[in-house]
């Protein structure tokens, strides 16, 4: 066997590789044999069929997965062996090969087109300078998220008559078409609340109810969303036929939040490491808490812009008319050239920001291994629930750990968390080798700078 090499371009070659008979002549022979061994054709006894028979039979097809079986373990050997690395994979040279005569020719040649990766390097600290937003909450976010803690860390009371917001309390049972309680129908503890009623002439019955009374309505109709009309009746499937039926519901208890006061007392409870003594202060750190609610926002534009500067700045060639002849061999059922065509530069940038990926991850030895996505999930877990304070942190782990290995059997959920902790570590690397221009900013300013950017 031979492989020879022609550069046709500087990112691409055409390989040709001579089979030989020799290379493959004893393998034939030997399946051919073992073929003749376990034949059983009519008129002859088993094992004693002529060779010359099975040859006739099977050679030509045992030649063929043979020789390609020469070629495809060639062209990969050689690759490695050559260090060459190469984009997509060998491609057949249509013009060079010829019309293969499998019944005549013992010796073969084959020509294949490689299109390969070009040289580059990346310095990540050579006078690159990325913004970063720190977002900013507006005053109508803060006060609404005081409002929720209020809210949160407030009183229940029982009021004698219902208000829009008051949680209402009781059982919900199904009637039939003649507005009769239904024989085996559906029956439900459960809780209304109705600020989530959409029919208004719904709402308005359950607006000044008072313990003891009955309310007929039909829930699906009133409230116009079949996951929270399910969870209301207890019905599992939301196709159910008892989701469009009417329903009896009789109020019990009536609950009602009463906001808790803006004082020492909340600031304790909200921020119990903090000793806040005024408003002022109370305010001040609960923008800090939504601000570092934006930090993923704004760690996902960073790492665009990064992404973006570093597209324009590197400035990669690819071996275009391979790329797209690849791109459509692999995809030719789903997209015509014409499509291909249009829509390359997208496919390039890809490839590109691929190939830069992959030089930092090798540059920089950046790796997520197993360990650090179970990792993620315990500790994902142990801020979630609270632990037994007699349990030993080892206790604790070993718990968890047997919860993360379930979670992680999901393959997909697996290489999700596994994503999103490379682009936590890639994000990291960046904002500790890049120059950053810190810029304050309004979260509505935000949006529409991310609106327009993806416009």
């Known amino acids: 066997m031979n492989i020879t090499r022609e550069d046709t371009s500087d990112l691409t070659a055409t390989i040709k590789i001579e089979i030989k008979h020799d290379d493959y002549k004893d393998a034939v022979q ?248 005024t408003e002022e202060e109370f305010t001040e750190l609960v923008k800090k808490d939504l601000s570092k609610s934006f930090v993923y926002d704004s760690d996902r534009k960073f790492l665009n812009d990064v992404q973006t500067n570093l597209l324009k700045t590197t400035n990669l060639s690819l071996p275009d008319e391979f790329m797209k002849r690849w791109i459509f061999e692999n995809n030719k059922d789903k997209f015509s050239k014409e499509d291909i065509e249009k829509d390359y530069t997208a496919n390039a940038e890809g490839v590109k920001w691929q190939l830069i990926e992959n030089k930092i991850v090798e540059k920089y030895k950046i790796d997520v291994s197993d360990k650090d996505v179970k990792d993620y999930v315990i500790n994902y877990f142990k801020q979630q629930f609270p632990s037994n304070p007699n349990d030993s942190e080892e206790d604790i782990n070993k718990r968890l750990g047997t919860i993360a290995d379930s979670v992680l059997k999901n393959k997909e959920e697996a290489e999700k968390i596994k994503t999103n902790l490379f682009s936590e570590k890639l994000t990291n690397l960046f904002k500790s080798k890049i120059k950053i221009k810190n810029k304050d900013i309004e979260f509505e300013k935000f949006v529409k700078l991310v609106s327009k950017k993806e416009k």
């Open 30 to 277: 030997k399946i051919l044999k073992d073929y003749q061994k376990k034949a059983n054709v009519p008129g002859f006894r088993p094992g004693k069929v002529p060779f010359g028979m099975i040859n006739k039979m099977y050679g030509r097809n045992v030649v063929i997965d043979e020789v390609n079986k020469s070629l495809s373990e060639s062209i990969s050997k050689y690759i490695t062996e050559n260090k060459l690395n190469i984009l997509g994979n060998p491609l057949p040279n249509i013009e060079k090969s010829k019309n293969i005569d499998w019944d005549n020719f013992k010796d073969f040649e084959f020509y294949f087109d490689l299109g390969f990766a070009p040289e580059f390097d990346i310095d990540l600290e050579n006078n690159i300078e990325i913004d970063y937003y720190n977002i900013l909450p507006d005053q109508k976010m803060v006060d609404e998220n005081i409002k929720g803690l209020q809210k949160r860390y407030g009183t229940t009371i029982n009021p004698e008559t219902a208000e829009e917001n008051d949680i209402l309390k009781g059982e919900i049972i199904e009637l039939d078409e003649n507005g009769e309680i239904k024989e085996n129908g559906v029956k439900n503890n459960t809780s209304i609340m109705p600020a989530y009623i959409k029919l208004k002439t719904v709402k308005s019955k359950f607006i000044g109810a008072k313990k003891g009374k009955e309310i007929k309505f039909n829930p699906l109709n009133a409230i116009k969303n079949n996951t929270e009309v399910s969870s209301m009746l207890g019905i599992k499937n939301s196709e159910d036929k008892a989701m469009n039926s009417d329903y009896k519901f009789t109020v019990e208890t009536i609950e009602r939040i009463l906001p808790a006061e803006i004082n020492k007392d909340l600031f304790k409870k909200v921020f119990p490491n903090d000793n806040i003594e």
